[in-house]
């Protein structure tokens, strides 16, 4: 059997930080003499900052405006996930080390620019587990496009069939699925719901990572 490679995507799956992006929106709403609510927030989550930011505050700015507004935002998020840190999900940890001692190859696939993940991967010690993080910053097209993950992949040396992207996103699963990999989508962090997970195409759909197992992924894989 081929080596299974696992394709992790990071917020909402390995981490959750949700409320240092909110803390990040906020923080950067009262710089820029801006209203913003949790509802305001609730309604662009996993938008990307160019259109949150037209969408919020500015609806005629231009790329330059959006990049260092977007650029403003993100150097807020790392300043809150410093203060408050993070900590890994649920079943990660075990998983993680399930996998390395099963010899499986791992990977990162994420939309985040690379200065979020550096830091992420660095607070959760979890670097060494990757042969490859791929980030926002090296596609060209966003998920559900299948780049980040297909380029992932690519690095590992795995083929799509061999890879099982963990996911918490239905644009993920949708990348996964359009990539020819499977998924597995966990819904512990809440954002979608188990049922559009499903819809998006996921193989298996689980409350928390805590309920998955290195021998269910290597079924997964053999195609059982
Ligand atoms: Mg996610």
């Not at 809440?190 to 309920?211: I, M, Q, Y």
């Amino acid at each position: 059997m081929d080596t299974p490679a696992i394709i992790w995507d990071v917020d909402g799956t390995l981490v959750d930080t949700a409320e240092q992006h909110f803390r990040a929106w906020a923080r950067l709403a009262t710089e820029l003499n801006q209203p913003f609510t949790r509802a305001d927030f609730a309604a662009t989550f996993g938008m990307r900052n160019p259109e949150i930011l037209r969408q919020l505050f500015f609806p005629l700015a231009d790329d330059e405006q959006c990049r260092v507004l977007g650029e403003r935002k993100e150097d807020l998020y790392r300043a809150s996930v410093r203060e408050q840190g993070t900590m890994l999900l649920p079943g990660v940890a075990a998983l993680l080390a399930g996998f390395e001692a099963a010899g499986f190859l791992q990977a990162v696939g994420s939309s985040a620019p690379t200065g979020n993940l550096d830091l992420l991967l660095g607070l959760t010690n979890i670097r060494r587990f990757f042969g490859a993080v791929v980030t926002g910053d090296d596609v060209r097209r966003g998920k559900p496009d299948p780049e980040v993950f297909l380029t992932a992949a690519t690095k590992l040396g795995s083929r799509p069939e061999q890879c099982v992207v963990f996911e918490d996103a239905v644009a993920g699963v949708e990348a996964a699925k359009a990539g020819g990999m499977r998924c597995v989508a966990v819904t512990f962090v809440g954002h979608h719901s188990a049922e559009k997970l499903c819809e998006a195409g996921a193989d298996l759909v689980v409350e928390s990572l805590d309920a998955v197992t290195v021998s269910q992924i290597a079924a997964l894989v053999r195609g059982k």
